[in-house]
């Protein structure tokens, strides 16, 4: 699912380069011969309704964040370990009374215009996203906590109103002031990476995004200007559009691409075994889950939203969607933290066992009852909700059979309303569906993520759920800077959650990285995804 507006919390900018003053021939459909270019699936992007600048509420994405992480880059990136390197700084102090960061930007960091990166683009960065012109499109959480941003060279001091704990989800993307100073950046970034006064693509990282064709690829190419680490051993990485599952899969197997970074499908099992390909598995930091809409038809009351998650036996459709891939098939018990995270409850969910006998006793003591069709009648309206999810996903279907299955015996029935992804995304964003499948990737180690997940404010949470108690405590773990304090102030709130059920937190998927044994240097990174050192990427 979208990273959505949650990419932007840890993301760097991105867009798709469209030449548009030459056009743009489609891109090839064959792995390329040359040793120097590499030809890499991507499951999202290039639809009619697609954007790709990640700035934006309607355009941020996991793919376009992996997409545009050789491109433009930040403060820190996610190693595989899930720890925080310094990637734009050498290294950093911080102090308090007030909190201040103090950034040391590398001396080599330049753009590929030659201008270095300085202080000024911090600046220019958080003035752009707490602009308020820029409003909805730009959403400013966490970046109205900095007071001042002060320094114009490589040293740069960031000042706090208050503590803030999550300070290191800011400055995942710096924006180059000198490009873009004076240009709208709701639209200027929209179509182009680049500097909308010459149409030159523009980088900080190893590699340049140099074109886009809408419904085929993405290519980036070799930053020859230089940047702060060292040269990408490719001239080019294509990443080549391939929204439905069995397609992907058969190119990887046909050989048609070179690398992919599929979600979990049964197929993948396969490829284990496959002469000249590798695979490569991790418990990722994904959250699949199923929001309920609590506008809807009877979805904004607790009761049914607990027989919901009642009627579904997530441990079974667990093993049965991921017991081939991998021994780790348990059901994500918590919405406050992820199994593999400090903090983790399983307490939370655990409770919500799949027992029919429990959806018939609170639809009984509620004035429900039992049709002839097995389906229970609440005040004459059956219980018959519609699922959405991503048409061409084979895994989300599946689940969705398993799910249909399940609910049916417990005498609620659940009907396909899968859609393409394009469209499937723009339901989420406008709030308007029933229930949604769906997962939130790449999700930041720090759990400022559930602020904007679960906030009451509307014009940031993507549902209409709102519990004042969950939201002041995850306001308050905001301004905690004790890590145990904090923690337990976030499983706080994930127990009322346990007991809302806002969301019923299905699985926490798997990543899977697949390659050509041909292919060197590639490694899988669950907390920063695929392309963060695309740098050290080489074939042959």
Not at 190 to 217: A, E, Q, V
Not at 305 to 315: H, M, W
Not at 388 to 403: C, M, P, Q, W, Y
Request: with cysteine; glycine share 8%; aromatic share 10%.
């Amino acid at each position: 699912m979208t990273r959505r507006r949650l990419w932007l919390l840890v993301g760097v900018a991105l867009a798709a380069l469209v030449l548009a003053a030459t056009g743009s021939a489609r891109l090839s459909s064959k792995v390329s011969s040359n040793a120097k270019t590499l030809v890499f699936v991507a499951e999202q992007g290039g639809g009619p309704d697609w954007c790709l600048n990640v700035l934006l509420v309607d355009c941020s994405s996991a793919w376009n964040a992996w997409f545009e992480t050789p491109v433009i880059r930040g403060a820190f990136l996610l190693t595989p370990d899930a720890r925080e390197r310094p990637d734009l700084i050498s290294h950093y102090t911080l102090r308090f009374r007030p909190m201040r960061v103090t950034y040391y930007i590398r001396k080599r960091a330049r753009w590929s215009d030659g201008v270095p990166v300085t202080g000024r683009d911090w600046r220019f960065t958080w003035q752009t996203v707490i602009d308020k012109k820029n409003e909805p499109d730009i959403i400013e959480l966490g970046w109205t906590e900095i007071r001042s941003v002060s320094g114009d060279g490589k040293v740069v001091t960031v000042t706090f109103k208050r503590n803030y704990a999550p300070w290191k989800t800011l400055f995942g993307f710096v924006l180059p002031e000198h490009v873009l100073a004076g240009a709208d950046i709701v639209k200027v970034w929209n179509d182009c990476i680049c500097n909308p006064k010459t149409n030159t693509p523009i980088s900080d990282g190893p590699f340049l995004l140099s074109r886009y064709d809408r419904g085929s690829g993405i290519t980036l190419t070799k930053n020859r200007e230089g940047w702060f680490g060292r040269p990408a051993k490719l001239d080019s990485i294509v990443f080549r559009f391939i929204s439905d599952s069995s397609s992907e899969i058969a190119a990887i197997r046909a050989g048609e691409v070179d690398a992919a970074y599929p979600q979990p499908q049964l197929a993948l099992a396969d490829l284990r075994h496959q002469p000249g390909l590798k695979v490569v598995s991790h418990l990722g930091f994904s959250l699949e889950y199923i929001s309920m809409q609590e506008k809807k038809p009877f979805l904004g009351l607790k009761w049914v939203r607990q027989a919901l998650i009642s009627s579904l036996d997530r441990g079974g459709a667990a093993r049965a969607l991921f017991g081939t891939l991998t021994s780790n098939t348990k059901p994500l018990n918590s919405l406050s933290r992820l199994s593999n995270e400090p903090g983790y409850d399983p307490k939370h969910f655990s409770k919500w066992t799949y027992s029919p006998a429990r959806v018939e006793k609170t639809m009984l003591a509620h004035g429900c009852s039992k049709g002839s069709d097995g389906i229970f009648r609440c005040s004459g309206t059956r219980m018959s909700f519609e699922l959405g999810s991503t048409s061409g996903n084979r895994l989300r279907e599946l689940a969705f059979v398993i799910f249909q299955a399940q609910a049916a015996r417990a005498g609620i029935e659940l009907t396909n309303g899968f859609k393409p992804p394009g469209t499937f995304f723009d339901s989420l964003r406008s709030k308007n569906y029933e229930l949604a499948m769906a997962g939130y990737a790449g999700l930041t180690l720090d759990p400022h993520y559930l602020v904007e997940i679960f906030s009451c404010d509307p014009t940031v949470s993507r549902t209409y759920y709102c519990n004042h108690k969950v939201d002041r405590l995850l306001a308050q773990s905001d301004y905690e800077l004790n890590e145990a304090k904090r923690l337990a102030l976030i499983n706080r709130a994930g127990a009322i959650l346990g007991d809302d059920v806002p969301m019923i937190p299905l699985f926490q998927r798997p990543t899977f990285l697949v390659y050509r044994t041909s292919v060197h240097g590639m490694l899988d990174n669950p907390a920063q995804g695929p392309t963060f050192n695309a740098e050290n990427w080489s074939k042959g």
